[in-house]
């Protein structure tokens, strides 16, 4: 019996083991990419570029099978394909098979999760009823760690746009006064920024692909609203839907938006700072002072316990 687990064991083992190498990028192609595109030399032969795409193509069948079989059946609900879709785009990840993949990785990390659950409490020896206690414990938080990567991520994407808002906006602001027109002023600055603030310039371009398919403005700023999900980017939105409504100069109104976001930016980073005093609170009182305590405090307590142990009378 012990034997077959020993297989099994090592069939997942190199099961796991293909698909990550499959998945894993070679360094000594990209290298020696770099080196030639260095010197100037072209490929002698395209078998490092037919490989790295059989790679690829092998690893997109793989999660192209794995992935429908993956998903539990309660989780093809349309709707909240939906909403899982709007979050993996404020995410960053807009391909068509991301969700699906999403979805497939819940079960995957359930299963991988359970069967390393599995594998410690038959080490340790555990009761069945511990063992089954453990092993759906780790499971379940197996099926969440995705969630919690994407919450992670998000967070990141939001912070990452909040912070690089005023400086698209002051790039907006000098487009806009030299002449140009607001949709091409957002396609403007989001190819400049592009190296700066990635994020937010893919967000100002598809801004700038919406309109051009005939989507209304208003509407477009409204997706990128809710594709950030930022508070910012919503005042910001109906500050420019109010000043082409009622003929205000757009160009003031981005100016006064970016003076209010900079001094908000440096008011957060303010906060944060003054933070610093609490959150050391902790680790002073957990490992600081019970160090100093020891050495200040050490040699006195040493005295005073020889003294006592030398004089019983003073018991």
């Known amino acids: 019996m012990s034997s077959n687990y020993y297989a099994l064991a090592g069939l997942v083992v190199v099961a ?115 063992a089954a ?40 602001v000098i487009s806009v006064e030299s002449g140009l027109g607001l949709d091409a002023a957002f396609q403007r600055v989001g190819d400049e920024m592009k190296k700066v603030h990635p994020a937010l310039s893919e967000e100002l371009q598809i801004v700038t692909l919406e309109t051009q398919m005939g989507i209304p403005r208003a509407e477009a700023l409204g997706n990128l609203a809710t594709r950030s999900g930022l508070d910012e980017v919503r005042s910001l939105t109906a500050i420019i839907n109010q000043a082409e409504r009622f003929g205000t100069s757009i160009a003031k109104a981005l100016r006064n938006q970016s003076d209010a976001l900079r001094v908000k930016r440096r008011q957060a980073a303010e906060e944060r700072a003054q933070k610093t005093t609490v959150k050391l609170m902790a680790p002073l009182i957990l490992f600081i002072f019970p160090a100093i305590l020891v050495v200040l405090a050490g040699p006195a307590a040493l005295k005073m316990m020889e003294a006592l142990s030398n004089t019983p009378g003073l018991l």
Not at 22 to 47: D, N, Y
Not at 83 to 93: N, V
């Open 133 to 172: 206690g453990v092993v759906m414990i780790a499971a379940g938080l197996g099926f969440l760690a995705p969630d919690l990567w994407l919450s992670s991520a998000i967070s990141k994407r939001c912070e990452t746009i909040r912070n690089g808002l005023p400086d698209v906006l002051d790039m907006l």
């Open 16 to 130: 796991i083991a293909m698909i990550i190498y499959a998945l894993w990028p070679a360094a000594g192609e990209e290298t020696e990419a770099i080196k030639r595109r260095m010197t100037g030399r072209r490929a002698q032969s395209s078998v490092s570029e037919l490989r790295k795409q059989a790679k690829d193509s092998v690893a997109k069948k793989v999660l192209d099978t794995v992935a429908p079989i993956a998903i539990h059946p309660g989780m093809k609900n349309a709707a909240e394909i939906s909403k899982l879709r709007m979050r993996l785009a404020s995410a960053g990840f807009r391909d068509e098979s991301t969700p699906t993949t999403f979805l497939a990785s819940k079960t995957v990390m359930a299963i991988l999760v359970g069967i390393g659950a599995i594998a410690y409490v038959w080490i340790k020896g555990m009761p069945l009823q511990s």
